[in-house]
Protein backbone atom coordinates (compact mmCIF):
# COMPACT_ATOMS: atom_id res chain seq x y z
CA UNK A 1 0.00 0.00 0.00
CA UNK A 2 1.52 3.03 -1.21
CA UNK A 3 1.92 6.01 1.26
CA UNK A 4 -0.88 8.08 -0.30
CA UNK A 5 -3.22 5.48 -0.47
CA UNK A 6 -2.49 5.31 3.18
CA UNK A 7 -2.96 8.98 4.52
CA UNK A 8 -6.52 9.37 2.02
CA UNK A 9 -8.45 6.43 4.05
CA UNK A 10 -8.39 8.33 6.98
CA UNK A 11 -9.99 11.11 5.09
CA UNK A 12 -12.56 8.99 3.49
CA UNK A 13 -13.37 7.00 7.07
CA UNK A 14 -13.70 11.37 8.41
CA UNK A 15 -16.08 12.00 5.82
CA UNK A 16 -18.21 8.88 6.48
CA UNK A 17 -18.29 9.43 10.21
CA UNK A 18 -19.18 13.54 8.87
CA UNK A 19 -21.98 12.29 6.90
CA UNK A 20 -23.38 9.46 9.25
CA UNK A 21 -23.90 12.60 11.73
CA UNK A 22 -25.05 15.40 9.45
CA UNK A 23 -27.83 13.27 8.22
CA UNK A 24 -29.00 12.40 12.20
CA UNK A 25 -28.91 15.97 12.46
CA UNK A 26 -31.24 16.71 10.03
CA UNK A 27 -33.34 13.52 11.30
CA UNK A 28 -33.83 15.25 14.56
CA UNK A 29 -34.45 18.54 12.67
CA UNK A 30 -37.51 16.91 10.78
CA UNK A 31 -38.35 15.05 14.46
CA UNK A 32 -38.43 18.93 15.94
CA UNK A 33 -40.91 20.07 13.33
CA UNK A 34 -43.05 17.45 13.38
CA UNK A 35 -43.24 17.31 16.92
CA UNK A 36 -43.71 21.71 16.58
CA UNK A 37 -46.39 21.25 14.32
CA UNK A 38 -48.02 18.60 16.08
CA UNK A 39 -48.04 20.74 19.10
CA UNK A 40 -49.41 23.42 17.43
CA UNK A 41 -52.37 21.59 16.07
CA UNK A 42 -52.85 20.08 19.68
CA UNK A 43 -53.22 23.77 21.42
CA UNK A 44 -51.09 25.70 23.55
CA UNK A 45 -49.99 23.24 26.49
CA UNK A 46 -48.81 20.85 24.56
CA UNK A 47 -47.00 23.45 22.19
CA UNK A 48 -45.11 24.65 25.62
CA UNK A 49 -44.42 20.79 26.51
CA UNK A 50 -42.99 20.38 23.09
CA UNK A 51 -40.52 23.37 23.55
CA UNK A 52 -39.36 22.54 26.97
CA UNK A 53 -38.75 18.67 26.61
CA UNK A 54 -37.40 19.22 23.16
CA UNK A 55 -38.18 16.26 20.17
CA UNK A 56 -38.00 13.36 21.72
CA UNK A 57 -40.74 14.25 24.33
CA UNK A 58 -44.55 14.61 23.26
CA UNK A 59 -47.14 15.89 25.36
CA UNK A 60 -50.41 14.24 25.20
CA UNK A 61 -53.02 16.89 25.33
CA UNK A 62 -56.64 15.93 26.65
CA UNK A 63 -59.04 15.28 24.21
CA UNK A 64 -61.36 18.45 24.46
CA UNK A 65 -65.36 18.58 25.98
CA UNK A 66 -67.64 20.94 24.52
CA UNK A 67 -69.34 22.92 27.57
CA UNK A 68 -72.40 24.63 27.02
CA UNK A 69 -72.44 28.45 27.81
CA UNK A 70 -75.32 29.67 30.33
CA UNK A 71 -75.86 33.19 31.42
CA UNK A 72 -76.76 33.46 34.90
CA UNK A 73 -78.50 36.89 36.55
CA UNK A 74 -75.77 38.08 39.01
CA UNK A 75 -77.21 41.84 39.99
CA UNK A 76 -80.40 41.38 42.27
CA UNK A 77 -83.40 42.83 40.51
CA UNK A 78 -85.01 45.83 42.31
CA UNK A 79 -88.67 44.89 43.23
CA UNK A 80 -89.69 49.12 43.50
CA UNK A 81 -91.77 48.88 40.12
CA UNK A 82 -93.59 45.72 41.23
CA UNK A 83 -94.69 47.11 44.47
CA UNK A 84 -95.66 50.33 43.48
CA UNK A 85 -97.83 48.67 40.80
CA UNK A 86 -98.84 46.31 43.32
CA UNK A 87 -99.72 49.15 45.68
CA UNK A 88 -101.89 51.33 43.04
CA UNK A 89 -103.98 48.28 42.17
CA UNK A 90 -104.48 47.15 46.12
CA UNK A 91 -105.57 50.69 46.87
CA UNK A 92 -108.04 50.92 43.87
CA UNK A 93 -109.64 47.43 44.71
CA UNK A 94 -112.29 46.10 47.09
CA UNK A 95 -113.03 42.84 48.71
CA UNK A 96 -117.15 43.67 48.40
CA UNK A 97 -115.93 43.26 44.34
CA UNK A 98 -112.74 40.92 43.51
CA UNK A 99 -114.49 40.61 39.89
CA UNK A 100 -112.53 43.88 38.93
CA UNK A 101 -109.85 44.58 36.54
CA UNK A 102 -107.66 46.31 39.87
CA UNK A 103 -108.63 43.17 41.79
CA UNK A 104 -107.57 40.78 39.48
CA UNK A 105 -104.24 42.39 38.79
CA UNK A 106 -104.03 42.73 42.77
CA UNK A 107 -104.06 39.23 43.17
CA UNK A 108 -102.37 38.20 40.05
CA UNK A 109 -99.44 40.02 41.69
CA UNK A 110 -99.93 38.63 45.41
CA UNK A 111 -102.03 35.88 45.37
CA UNK A 112 -102.14 35.33 49.20
CA UNK A 113 -102.86 39.06 50.14
CA UNK A 114 -106.13 40.59 51.08
CA UNK A 115 -107.33 42.85 49.66
CA UNK A 116 -108.80 45.83 51.53
CA UNK A 117 -112.69 46.37 52.29
CA UNK A 118 -113.56 49.73 51.42
CA UNK A 119 -116.68 52.34 50.62
CA UNK A 120 -116.15 54.03 47.42
CA UNK A 121 -116.09 57.60 48.80
CA UNK A 122 -114.00 56.83 52.30
CA UNK A 123 -110.81 58.59 51.10
CA UNK A 124 -110.11 60.95 48.13
CA UNK A 125 -109.21 60.29 44.95
CA UNK A 126 -105.90 58.65 44.28
CA UNK A 127 -104.19 60.29 41.86
CA UNK A 128 -100.51 58.41 41.55
CA UNK A 129 -98.25 55.90 43.21
CA UNK A 130 -94.16 56.33 43.60
CA UNK A 131 -91.67 53.95 45.00
CA UNK A 132 -89.65 55.89 47.02
CA UNK A 133 -87.22 53.33 48.22
CA UNK A 134 -86.68 50.35 48.40
CA UNK A 135 -83.68 47.90 51.09
CA UNK A 136 -82.99 44.17 51.01
CA UNK A 137 -83.35 43.05 54.40
CA UNK A 138 -82.00 39.74 53.47
CA UNK A 139 -81.31 37.21 50.53
CA UNK A 140 -84.69 37.70 47.95
CA UNK A 141 -86.44 39.52 50.64
CA UNK A 142 -87.25 43.31 49.68
CA UNK A 143 -88.99 45.78 51.82
CA UNK A 144 -90.41 48.88 49.31
CA UNK A 145 -91.73 52.24 49.94
CA UNK A 146 -94.44 53.21 48.12
CA UNK A 147 -96.02 56.89 48.03
CA UNK A 148 -99.38 57.45 47.69
CA UNK A 149 -100.68 60.72 46.48
CA UNK A 150 -104.41 61.90 46.93
CA UNK A 151 -106.68 64.35 44.68
CA UNK A 152 -106.49 66.39 47.92
CA UNK A 153 -102.80 66.76 48.02
CA UNK A 154 -102.52 64.27 51.32
CA UNK A 155 -100.11 61.88 51.18
CA UNK A 156 -99.43 58.53 52.24
CA UNK A 157 -96.92 55.65 52.50
CA UNK A 158 -96.86 51.69 52.57
CA UNK A 159 -94.01 49.43 53.10
CA UNK A 160 -94.36 46.16 51.09
CA UNK A 161 -92.81 43.04 51.71
CA UNK A 162 -91.72 41.32 48.25
CA UNK A 163 -89.92 38.41 47.67
CA UNK A 164 -87.72 37.21 44.72
CA UNK A 165 -86.87 34.28 43.07
CA UNK A 166 -83.27 32.97 43.31
CA UNK A 167 -82.62 34.37 39.95
CA UNK A 168 -84.36 37.62 40.60
CA UNK A 169 -86.61 37.24 37.61
CA UNK A 170 -89.84 37.26 39.22
CA UNK A 171 -91.68 38.27 42.78
CA UNK A 172 -94.52 38.55 44.79
CA UNK A 173 -95.89 40.41 47.47
CA UNK A 174 -95.83 38.31 50.54
CA UNK A 175 -98.21 40.16 53.00
CA UNK A 176 -100.65 43.21 53.10
CA UNK A 177 -99.07 46.79 53.12
CA UNK A 178 -97.89 48.81 55.95
CA UNK A 179 -98.89 52.06 56.76
CA UNK A 180 -95.93 53.84 57.74
CA UNK A 181 -93.79 57.48 58.01
CA UNK A 182 -92.58 58.93 55.23
CA UNK A 183 -88.90 58.72 54.28
CA UNK A 184 -87.01 62.32 56.09
CA UNK A 185 -85.40 64.85 54.05
CA UNK A 186 -81.90 64.80 53.75
CA UNK A 187 -79.36 67.35 55.19
CA UNK A 188 -78.23 69.30 51.89
CA UNK A 189 -74.68 69.90 51.93
CA UNK A 190 -73.00 73.80 50.53
CA UNK A 191 -72.46 73.75 46.96
CA UNK A 192 -69.34 73.13 45.80
CA UNK A 193 -69.95 75.74 42.99
CA UNK A 194 -68.47 78.91 45.11
CA UNK A 195 -67.01 81.06 42.81
CA UNK A 196 -69.50 83.57 40.79
CA UNK A 197 -68.66 83.89 37.33
CA UNK A 198 -69.24 87.63 36.02
CA UNK A 199 -70.49 88.72 32.74
CA UNK A 200 -67.94 87.86 30.09
CA UNK A 201 -67.38 85.21 27.31
CA UNK A 202 -67.60 82.22 29.76
CA UNK A 203 -71.19 83.81 30.63
CA UNK A 204 -72.18 84.86 27.45
CA UNK A 205 -70.99 81.32 26.07
CA UNK A 206 -73.15 79.43 28.60
CA UNK A 207 -76.21 81.91 27.48
CA UNK A 208 -76.15 81.26 23.75
CA UNK A 209 -75.76 77.30 24.19
CA UNK A 210 -78.18 76.95 26.26
CA UNK A 211 -80.66 79.39 24.47
CA UNK A 212 -79.60 77.02 21.46
CA UNK A 213 -80.15 73.81 23.28
CA UNK A 214 -83.65 74.84 24.78
CA UNK A 215 -85.29 77.36 22.20
CA UNK A 216 -83.79 76.62 18.61
CA UNK A 217 -82.44 79.72 18.03
CA UNK A 218 -79.00 78.56 16.46
CA UNK A 219 -76.87 75.90 16.12
CA UNK A 220 -75.78 73.81 19.26
CA UNK A 221 -72.54 72.54 16.95
CA UNK A 222 -71.05 76.12 17.09
CA UNK A 223 -70.55 75.97 20.84
CA UNK A 224 -69.34 72.21 21.22
CA UNK A 225 -65.76 71.69 21.88
CA UNK A 226 -64.03 69.47 18.47
CA UNK A 227 -64.94 65.98 18.60
CA UNK A 228 -68.44 66.87 21.01
CA UNK A 229 -71.37 65.53 19.47
CA UNK A 230 -74.93 66.63 21.40
CA UNK A 231 -78.31 67.22 20.07
CA UNK A 232 -80.90 70.08 20.96
CA UNK A 233 -83.84 69.23 22.27
CA UNK A 234 -86.49 68.57 20.04
CA UNK A 235 -88.94 69.84 19.34
CA UNK A 236 -87.57 72.94 21.08
CA UNK A 237 -89.52 73.51 24.70
CA UNK A 238 -89.35 76.43 25.40
CA UNK A 239 -89.57 80.39 23.37
CA UNK A 240 -86.55 81.86 24.85
CA UNK A 241 -84.08 80.95 27.92
CA UNK A 242 -82.08 83.40 30.49
CA UNK A 243 -79.16 83.16 32.24
CA UNK A 244 -79.30 84.11 35.67
CA UNK A 245 -76.24 83.47 37.55
CA UNK A 246 -73.09 81.22 36.27
CA UNK A 247 -71.41 79.27 39.20
CA UNK A 248 -68.10 77.42 39.14
CA UNK A 249 -65.94 75.57 40.79
CA UNK A 250 -62.39 77.17 39.71
CA UNK A 251 -60.94 80.63 40.47
CA UNK A 252 -59.75 80.20 36.80
CA UNK A 253 -63.71 80.95 35.81
CA UNK A 254 -63.70 84.43 37.24
CA UNK A 255 -60.72 85.72 35.09
CA UNK A 256 -61.75 88.53 32.60
CA UNK A 257 -59.44 86.53 29.48
CA UNK A 258 -59.87 83.26 27.86
CA UNK A 259 -57.21 81.21 29.60
CA UNK A 260 -54.13 78.95 27.75
CA UNK A 261 -55.71 76.04 25.36
CA UNK A 262 -56.86 73.44 27.41
CA UNK A 263 -57.96 74.60 30.62
CA UNK A 264 -61.33 73.43 31.58
CA UNK A 265 -63.78 74.68 33.80
CA UNK A 266 -66.96 73.58 35.24
CA UNK A 267 -70.27 75.04 35.66
CA UNK A 268 -73.14 75.62 37.23
CA UNK A 269 -75.61 77.50 34.95
CA UNK A 270 -78.84 79.00 37.11
CA UNK A 271 -81.41 79.86 33.95
CA UNK A 272 -85.01 80.58 33.48
CA UNK A 273 -87.06 79.41 30.50
CA UNK A 274 -90.01 80.39 29.09
CA UNK A 275 -93.26 78.86 27.02
CA UNK A 276 -96.63 79.58 26.92
CA UNK A 277 -97.32 77.91 29.99
CA UNK A 278 -95.08 79.95 32.37
CA UNK A 279 -91.20 80.58 33.58
CA UNK A 280 -89.54 77.65 34.52
CA UNK A 281 -86.68 77.64 36.71
CA UNK A 282 -83.77 75.73 35.41
CA UNK A 283 -79.95 74.34 36.19
CA UNK A 284 -77.46 72.80 34.44
CA UNK A 285 -74.29 71.65 35.25
CA UNK A 286 -71.78 72.00 32.38
CA UNK A 287 -68.17 71.56 31.60
CA UNK A 288 -65.96 73.87 29.13
CA UNK A 289 -62.62 74.06 27.72
CA UNK A 290 -60.92 77.09 26.32
CA UNK A 291 -59.34 76.82 22.69
CA UNK A 292 -57.91 80.35 20.88
CA UNK A 293 -59.70 82.78 22.41
CA UNK A 294 -63.19 80.75 23.46
CA UNK A 295 -64.72 78.39 25.52
CA UNK A 296 -66.05 75.39 24.16
CA UNK A 297 -68.51 73.12 26.18
CA UNK A 298 -67.30 69.79 26.96
CA UNK A 299 -69.96 68.18 28.59
CA UNK A 300 -73.51 68.65 29.74
CA UNK A 301 -75.22 67.02 33.10
CA UNK A 302 -75.08 66.85 36.47
CA UNK A 303 -73.03 64.49 37.91
CA UNK A 304 -71.07 64.84 41.30
CA UNK A 305 -68.96 68.06 40.76
CA UNK A 306 -65.47 67.65 42.50
CA UNK A 307 -63.22 70.38 42.63
CA UNK A 308 -59.85 69.42 40.69
CA UNK A 309 -58.21 68.80 38.22
CA UNK A 310 -56.66 70.93 35.74
CA UNK A 311 -57.88 74.75 36.29
Sequence with gaps: MSPGKQATEPE???VVVAGVRLEKMRRRVRLSRLVLFTAIAAGPVALGAAVVSGPTTVAATPKSTPT????TATAAADPSGYAQLFVG???RSS???????????????APDVELPDRAA???ARLESVTAVRSAQHEAGRWWVTVAAQYADASMRYFAVPVASSDDGGSFTVTEVPSVVAGPGRAEVTKSPYGVRVPEGKLSSTVGQFLGAYLTGAGEVERYLAPGVKLSAVSPAPYSAV???QV????E?????KVPDDGITVRVLAQAEARDAAGRWPLAYEMELTARSGRWDVVALGFGSAKKGGRS
Design 12 to 14: AAA
Design 68 to 71: TMRT
Design 89 to 91: AWL
Design 95 to 109: ADDTATAQARLAQSL
Design 121 to 123: DAH
Design 242 to 244: TVR
Design 247 to 250: LALE
Design 252 to 256: TAAGE
